[in-house]
């Protein structure tokens, strides 16, 4: 089993050799069919954006892909904040315009 040691980020030491790790610091949105998104960083499909029965967008991952970075998660949640402004206004609109006065 290989040995591993803190290195500089993005550096990995196996055995004395040294292997140098880059990523890419991309995150696609991929639209597909029924007000989808495929979420993809990297070429690896993390999951998908939908539309819930409540009108916004929700973020539902890969069972299988692991972990990732927060400028992966601030991606997905700047995606889905796009996606649910404009529903927010409405939302916030309807409220105003029929809001219950509470009975204490």
Request: hydrophobic residues 35%; contains cysteine; glycine residues 6%.
């Amino acid at each position: 089993m290989a040995t591993r040691r803190k290195t500089p980020r993005g550096k990995s030491h196996h055995r004395g050799a040294l292997k140098v790790t880059t990523v890419k610091r991309e995150v696609e949105f991929k639209e597909l069919e029924n007000l989808e998104y495929e979420v993809i960083s990297n070429g690896i499909k993390l999951g998908v954006l939908y539309e819930e029965v409540d009108g916004y967008y929700i973020f539902q991952s890969q069972p299988t892909v692991g972990f990732w970075p927060s400028w992966v998660m601030r991606a997905i949640s700047d995606k889905a904040d796009q996606l649910n402004a404009e529903w927010d206004r409405e939302m916030e609109t309807f409220l105003k315009e029929h809001a219950v006065p509470c009975r204490n």
